[in-house]
């Protein structure tokens, strides 16, 4: 999941500690000569001053590709919206040119035109392009590993949605002889990347195309004869921010690998580059990580699976390691390589961080794909369905099989229909039950009766009402129904589809309790009190009910114990910020020790 600071627009970035103050400089002279802003259409979200200040950078790109080379054919090799964005510009001072040129050629752990870029587009007006810089550390780890992969150098590098270029320059430097495309749909961007291309005067110039991707790679064919690879940080917009027309292009691309309206771009451009892959052809991406586990990316992951005659890896960042400075990403990597005449592996990687800034891998799973697609792509399901713990060496079972996980009770209006104890005193049996709201206030390890007591005299709401179960002549149970109609409640939308509407569902009884959310320890209760939950907690009923109080026990033990806690982290959904999320579906196919 993608999540960005809290940021107002047009308020710059802070200056990188490897910045001497050079981005700030240009952006000044960006903002001071700004004339005709750039059309809406060319940077999507960007506001009327920063479109001024893009404009205005053109100027930059001009000058650097002008002072680079003296080859009158420069403007040609640029796409014609893009030549003309520099060249209309006004060109700024020589010694900013001079500066710029430095840093370009310094190729240090800041990237000038990356952070310039940044500087002007602040994160949240990024977001429609998706556009997110990646970092030279990540950079570095997704070529090694993929020159590992590959036995030779491919004939063709393809960077989608290119950037400033740090992918177009990385191929430009480890496959010097490969013929190289970079291709993205912003003039900006793409602008940068070509005058980057030209300081650094590389022999072998790359194709600049400006398009979108997800065009542009269904219309090139494989040439069976040329190995292609396809390497890159493909946009990261949401599906929320995709316009009609871009969500059509983008399905019409993907066809039936994405054929829910959720996925967001970067899900697209792995569909659609999926699709197009020939024999000899490989990918290398860096993605959000959230597609590996969600509903829209199942046919995705289901095509995955299947390319049994290709390697498939995917490397998976820890939550709390800073991928994107500008932005909260659960990140992770996915390589494809060419086809083989014999099945390959598929393989799970945990990358870590080292104090010299480089990432290292470590493979925690191999399968070799004989079974049905699992539901997710995590540690756990390609670390196979074993029967016995790694660690203690008992036998396992899936929970699903000894018990029955489902979501807690979903009311329509928790302030009518949870009460406190001064709220319910003067109500007869069987009007309400007791019920918990959240774990966070439980007091003790466990949801005891005396516990459920506390929280009754610390305010909280722990009784729900079934005002269905006791007759309607009781003159407190008319005045409550008539408190609820008064303030709304059967016009709620649960409520509404109820007969009556106060007839709240009905669910076992469970046994244990599970907080779905977390950033560390998932919350483990034995339910010990008879309370229904709320829709906010995860409920485990077992389905053998002799001696279910200790067989509970024995399983919330292993819950709460470190395996345990590992075993579901692994099967948690990753979003932003390192939260950790549980969803009823995977938690049923958890295995655990059979009691």
């Known amino acids: 999941m993608i999540t960005q600071p809290n940021a107002q627009h047009d308020v710059a970035e802070p200056l990188h500690p490897d910045d001497p103050g050079l981005s700030r400089d240009i952006v000044s002279w960006c903002h001071r000569v700004a004339g005709e802003p750039l059309p809406p259409s060319a940077v999507p979200g960007a506001t009327l001053r920063q479109r001024r200040a893009l404009a205005s ?7 650097l590709a002008e002072a680079a080379t003296l ?5 040609d090799r640029w796409p014609n919206a893009v030549a003309s964005w520099a060249k209309c510009a006004p060109r700024p001072p020589l010694v900013l040119v001079e500066r710029a040129r430095t840093a370009i050629e310094a190729r240090g752990q800041t990237d000038i035109l990356a952070h310039l870029y940044e500087r002007i587009v602040a994160g949240p007006n990024r977001r429609h392009l998706g556009t ?7 950079l570095d780890y997704m070529i090694s590993r993929t020159k590992q992969l590959l036995s030779a150098g491919p004939d063709i590098v393809i960077d989608p949605g290119a950037g400033v270029g740090a992918f177009t320059e ?3 430097h480890h496959w010097p002889d490969s013929q190289i495309h970079a291709v993205d749909v912003n003039i900006v961007t793409l602008g940068l990347l070509a005058a980057r291309c030209a300081v650094l005067n590389s022999p072998n110039q790359p194709i600049f195309v400006h398009g979108d991707y997800l065009e542009w790679v269904t219309r090139i064919e494989s040439d069976s004869l040329k190995s292609r690879l396809i390497i890159g940080n493909p946009p990261y917009t949401r599906h929320q921010l995709l316009d009609r027309k871009t969500k059509e292009a983008a399905h019409a691309a993907s066809g039936p690998l994405c054929p829910n309206g959720q996925a967001g771009l970067s899900t697209h451009f792995l569909a659609a580059t999926l699709r197009a892959l020939g024999p000899r052809d490989s990918i290398c991406f860096l993605l959000p990580a959230n597609w590996l586990e969600t509903r829209y990316a199942r046919e995705v ?5 299947e390319l049994r005659n290709r390697t498939v890896q995917i490397h998976a960042f820890p939550h709390e390691a800073v991928i994107f400075p500008s932005a909260q990403v659960s990140a992770m990597i996915v390589i494809v390589g060419p086809e083989t005449d014999r099945t390959q592996s598929m393989s799970y990687y945990s990358v870590t961080q080292g104090m010299d800034f480089n990432f290292q891998a470590t493979c925690l799973a191999n399968t070799q794909r004989k079974t049905l697609c699992p539901p997710s792509f995590t540690v756990q399901a390609f670390s196979g369905t074993s ?7 008992a036998p396992q079972t899936v929970l699903s099989s000894i018990a029955v996980v489902r979501r807690g009770v979903a009311t329509g209006d928790n302030e009518f229909f949870l009460r406190r104890d001064s709220e319910v005193a003067g109500l007869p049996e069987g009007a309400y039950v007791p019920a918990l709201p959240t774990l966070r206030k439980v007091p003790e390890q466990d949801l005891t009766p005396t516990a459920h007591q506390i929280l009754g005299a610390s305010g909280v709401r722990r009784w729900l009402l079934r005002l269905d179960n006791v007759p309607l002549d009781n003159e407190a149970v008319r005045a409550l129904i008539g408190d609820g109609e008064s303030r709304g409640t059967p016009g709620r939308y649960l409520c509404r589809v109820r007969n009556p509407w106060y007839a709240v569902e009905r669910m076992p009884i469970p046994d244990i309790l599970i907080a779905p959310m977390t950033k560390s320890r998932f919350r483990v209760v034995q339910n010990l009190a008879g309370a229904t939950p709320t829709n906010s907690i995860y409920g485990i009923r077992l389905i053998r009910r002799t001696d279910a109080v200790e067989s ?9 114990s470190d395996v345990g806690q590992q075993a579901l982290i692994s099967i948690a959904r990753r979003h932003g910020d390192g939260l950790f999320k549980l969803e009823p579906r995977a938690l049923s196919n958890l295995n655990v ?3």
């Open 301 to 305: 992951r289901k095509y995955l699976w």
């Open 387 to 393: 029967t016995k713990s790694e660690e203690t060496g």
């Open 132 to 138: 997110f810089f990646t970092p030279p550390p990540v």
């Open 593 to 595: 020790p059979i009691q």
């Open 71 to 75: 080859d009158t054919n420069t403007w």
């Open 170 to 172: 990385g191929a430009l």
């Open 57 to 63: 950078l053109g100027g930059l790109a001009a000058a």
């Open 552 to 560: 509970a026990r024995e399983l919330v033990a292993w819950l709460r």
